[in-house]
Nanobody
Framework: VQLQASGGGLVQAGGSLRLSCAAS????????MGWFRQAPGKEREFVAA????????YYTDSVKGRFTISRDNEKNTMYLQMNSLKPEDTAVYSCAARSHYSGNYVYTRPSFYTYWGQGTLVTVSS
């Protein structure tokens, strides 16, 4: 079972990036997933979460209106569209997935997730 995050890079403030999280080894189409980030010298923080169908999403306040989480269950892939990026968005972004079906619930705590990707670095220059 593996989650592979990709799409990070260097972008100027105000720019956009789209992160992808591809799952392999099993299908995650019935499980909630999420994005987290960790900036240098800081603790990992929740960014966004999505339920199994994509019908329920939740964002941390600092990214609301700028980031959009989505998923394509046929491709076993989750996305994070990041617009209007700010220098404070600079971090390593990791994706995570639960291992059990949870209906319309989404989760903000890392402890609720079983599988984790290796992370992709997003750097936003001012």
């Amino acid at each position: 079972v593996q989650l592979q995050a990709s799409g990070g890079g260097l972008v100027q403030a105000g720019g956009s990036l789209r992160l992808s999280c591809a799952a392999s080894g099993r299908t995650f189409s019935r499980y909630a997933m999420g994005w987290f980030r960790q900036a240098p010298g800081k603790e990992r923080e929740f960014v966004a979460a999505i339920n199994w169908s994509g019908g329920t999403t939740y964002y941390t306040d600092s990214v609301k209106g700028r980031f959009t989480i989505s998923r394509d269950n046929e491709k076993n892939t989750m996305y994070l569209q990041m617009n209007s990026l700010k220098p404070e968005d600079t971090a390593v972004y990791s994706c995570a997935a639960r291992s059990h079906y949870s209906g319309n619930y989404v989760y903000t705590r890392p402890s609720f997730y079983t599988y984790w990707g290796q992370g992709t670095l997003v750097t936003v220059s001012s």
